[in-house]
């Protein structure tokens, strides 16, 4: 590309101040137009214009026993099938109905005496240790934010929980306790007694399936015999076959036994530029795009001016520039036909390569 052409930050720069009639710093400063051009470039392009080249491939990696990943949302905008996982095209959806209608998680309920560990005389209150029977356990997990697997203490009350752990006290009510995913149990009602941290009340072993619940967990007591009930869901861990994507989260099934390469198309955020690096050595993704993110910052700032007749005067410039970005998208995708059931059977002459019966 000759370097006389205009397409780096510099040039971004300098148009949007011919544009926006502030032709010095000390009206607003280089660092504010790229702040403005950021704010567009980043946020509002992605969003009007779904381009081919912001178009990626995504991948993560499976842990073993972990059922929830993180789409990282401050990269990627969203998600799109097919889904690969450890190379093989597997189910992808987004109905958690669809989902779960394939892959049941149903509850086992075990029901027993627990295990009075504390030593000497029984005391209601415990400690207490319980063995769950079917293992390995699936861990519960929070949502996307704060993370699948964040060890936030102030999110907790937002824990998709999968183990419940129940008993009856003394005075005869239900005193219950759920996972959050990181093998600690909790006890409910303290997310509503506006508590900073909030006490860990016994433990889970997801592999081993040892319960422990600490010395209080139960905060009123357990009389001495009476049944403590468990309901959690037991799992064979394989290679994953399908997923859902809801609430900016991946959960598979089945769950994974070791760790697997899951890929799939997403549409990323562009890199943003950055205002404390030389401005001529910073270029758009697509170098030609440097015109359409100058009208677009210059944009952002009549907007902040409430300069609505400027803003009326140059929305046609935006839209015409945003339409020959997309024209890349658009001439790109018409020598592809539409996909139909056929089109695997249509993409080739019967007979490609000669005369082989076999077309090859």
Partial sequence: ?????????????NKTRRITARPSPSQISDAEIVRYAN???VFDMPEELRMESLRVNYQFLTNANTPAYDLPTNIYLD??????????QSYMTQSRENFFR??????????????????????????FQIQCTATPILRGFKPNPPGAYSLTTTEVSKINWNVLVSGVDTVGNNQTLVDDGQ??????????????TYPVRGTIDYITGLVTINS???VLGIPDLSSITIQYIPYVASRPQSCVFFQDQIL??????????????AYAYPIAF?????????VPQVIEWWQMIAVGAAMKIFEDAADFEMMNKYLGVLKKYESYALRRTIVQQTSERTATIYTEQTAFPAYPFGNLFSGF
């Fill in 1 to 13: 590309m000759t370097a006389s052409l205009p397409f780096n930050v510099t040039d971004i720069i």
């Fill in 39 to 41: 704010t567009y470039y």
């Fill in 79 to 88: 998600v799109m099938p097919p889904v690969y996982i450890a190379g093989y």
């Fill in 102 to 127: 394939i892959n049941p998680e149903l509850n086992f309920l075990q029901q027993q005496s627990a295990t009075y560990t504390g030593g000497g005389a029984y005391n209601p209150l415990g400690p």
């Fill in 183 to 196: 093998g600690n149990l909790y006890r409910l009602s303290d997310f509503t007694n506006n508590i900073i």
């Fill in 216 to 218: 209080g967990g139960f």
């Fill in 252 to 265: 598979l099934y089945p769950i994974p036994d070791q760790a697997y390469t899951v890929s799939f198309e």
């Fill in 274 to 282: 950055d205002v404390n690096t030389g401005f001529n050595v910073q």
